[in-house]
């Protein structure tokens, strides 16, 4: 005896007949109709033979075509189903790798490190009265969440603080798997419109000229111009932003490593912190948000800093008593460790270095052309 037929197979059986007859001339409506079910349960089917790829697209939706394009000719800087990996600030295992699964989704469920979280103190957040539909946020609103289910556009949030005059210095880590049209970190004015995009899949970030972003394919975009600015970064990368209001300028770092300055002549305007994705169930977090005000004990330690670059933290090599250090620590702890020291280029990347020669000589000279003005 023939074993029981399931569902699935009798409906794509009477659908293959169906569309095999002559009625499909006669319906064209139903004939389309007829081919949408049999698309689904051909996926369905396929999904329960076992893995067999990614089967989604860049950001999350699925993808009837069935050939698989070649990622590995793609040049860094275009955007990628596949999420990026090698770039995590930690050599923990589940960021330096992604492990093969039938589904993209399920690689949100890698549990996250907490390697580089060591502030406990932080001078903003993300805003809850500011952000698109596609956002929920977690961990005391440091974490966002960008489309929880699937994706049908581009998500954004800004920070609760606007970014007043001074020096401000934040860091983002990649907590989920990076890929898709763009996901993206940078700064940007009031009058962006977060939720403008929930329904284009866009880099939200520079497409304007009141923001600018750096996208993870390397890419810094402002104006809607794009420019070649880095390697990418992917999940368990640490992107710092540096914006220092009183020189006007903006300084973007991975994984702690100066990477360039992205902008100068940001004097007299009004900043927030911004980051968007189009990516389904991807997430990024604040594990570093600090301010201070630009005075002669700020200018000593940055210029400490850029003579002592070797030391992951200045403070360790000065002949301080404990106490002032501990001060020192507690008010200009992030410039004492920040890393403006350059190197060379990494041969494998065609988009750019993870260090640009002009970080240090670009931010000294802004200070000693700002220094002489006053």
């Given at each position: 005896?023939?074993?029981?037929?399931?569902?699935?197979?009798?409906?794509?059986?009477?659908?293959?007949?169906?569309?095999?007859?002559?009625?499909?001339?006669?319906?064209?409506?139903?004939?389309?109709?007829?081919?949408f079910v049999l698309s689904g349960v051909r996926?369905?089917?396929?999904?329960?033979?076992?893995?067999?790829?990614?089967?989604?697209?860049?950001?999350?939706?699925?993808?009837?075509?069935?050939?698989?394009?070649?990622?590995?000719?793609?040049?860094?800087?275009?955007?990628?189903?596949?999420?990026?990996?090698?770039?995590?600030?930690?050599?923990?295992?589940?960021?330096?790798?992604?492990?093969?699964?039938?589904?993209?989704?399920?690689?949100?469920?890698?549990?996250?490190?907490?390697?580089?979280?060591?502030?406990?103190?932080?001078?903003?957040?993300?805003?809850?009265?500011?952000?698109?539909?596609?956002?929920?946020?977690?961990?005391?609103?440091?974490?966002?969440?960008?489309?929880?289910?699937?994706?049908?556009?581009?998500?954004?949030?800004?920070?609760?603080?606007?970014?007043?005059?001074?020096?401000?210095f934040w860091e983002i880590k990649m907590t989920?798997?990076?890929?898709?049209?763009?996901?993206?970190?940078?700064?940007?004015?009031?009058?962006?419109?977060?939720?403008?995009?929930?329904?284009?899949?866009?880099?939200?970030?520079?497409?304007?000229?009141?923001?600018?972003?750096?996208?993870?394919?390397?890419?810094?975009?402002?104006?809607?111009?794009?420019?070649?600015?880095?390697?990418?970064?992917?999940?368990?990368?640490?992107?710092?932003?540096?914006?220092?209001?009183?020189?006007?300028?903006?300084?973007?770092?991975?994984?702690?490593?100066?990477?360039?300055?992205?902008?100068?002549?940001?004097?007299?305007?009004?900043?927030?912190?911004?980051?968007?994705?189009?990516?389904?169930?991807?997430?990024?977090?604040?594990?570093?948000?600090?301010?201070?005000?630009?005075?002669?004990?700020y200018l000593c330690c940055f210029r400490l800093?850029?003579?002592?670059?070797?030391?992951?933290?200045?403070?360790?090599?000065?002949?301080?008593?404990?106490?002032?250090?501990?001060?020192?620590?507690?008010?200009?702890?992030?410039?004492?460790?920040?890393?403006?020291?350059?190197?060379?280029?990494?041969?494998?990347?065609?988009?750019?270095?993870?260090?640009?020669?002009?970080?240090?000589?670009?931010?000294?000279?802004?200070?000693?052309?700002?220094?002489?003005?006053?």
């Open positions: 005896m023939e074993p029981a037929r399931t569902m699935a197979e009798l409906i794509s059986t009477s659908a293959d007949a169906y569309l095999r007859g002559g009625s499909m001339a006669r319906r064209p409506r139903s004939s389309r109709a007829w081919r996926r369905e089917a396929d999904g329960r033979a076992g893995p067999r790829g990614w089967g989604y697209d860049s950001d999350g939706q699925h993808s009837d075509s069935d050939s698989e394009p070649e990622f590995s000719s793609l040049s860094p800087s275009i955007p990628s189903a596949i999420p990026v990996t090698g770039e995590s600030y930690c050599n923990c295992e589940n960021q330096s790798e992604a492990p093969y699964c039938s589904s993209l989704h399920a690689l949100h469920r890698v549990r996250d490190c907490r390697c580089g979280e060591e502030d406990e103190y932080f001078d903003w957040v993300w805003d809850e009265l500011n952000k698109s539909t596609a956002t929920l946020l977690t961990c005391d609103n440091r974490k966002v969440n960008f489309h929880m289910e699937y994706s049908c556009g581009t998500a954004a949030i800004r920070g609760n603080k606007e970014l007043a005059e001074g020096q401000h989920s798997p990076v890929y898709g049209t763009d996901m993206m970190v940078g700064i940007g004015t009031s009058d962006v419109n977060l939720d403008k995009y929930r329904h284009t899949f866009c880099s939200l970030l520079g497409k304007d000229e009141d923001s600018w972003g750096l996208s993870y394919t390397g890419l810094l975009h402002h104006k809607g111009d794009k420019t070649n600015f880095s390697s990418r970064f992917g999940q368990g990368s640490i992107i710092g932003v540096h914006l220092d209001t009183w020189h006007g300028t903006l300084t973007f770092f991975k994984n702690r490593k100066c990477i360039g300055v992205a902008a100068t002549k940001l004097q007299n305007k009004k900043f927030y912190p911004m980051v968007c994705s189009t990516a389904a169930k991807s997430s990024m977090k604040v594990i570093r948000s600090c301010a201070s005000r630009t005075s002669l004990q800093r850029q003579l002592l670059p070797d030391y992951v933290d200045t403070l360790e090599v000065l002949p301080l008593p404990p106490g002032l250090k501990q001060v020192l620590h507690n008010k200009l702890g992030w410039v004492l460790s920040m890393n403006y020291s350059t190197s060379k280029p990494s041969s494998s990347s065609s988009s750019g270095s993870d260090s640009d020669s002009s970080c240090g000589s670009d931010a000294e000279a802004c200070q000693r052309k700002r220094c002489r003005r006053t």
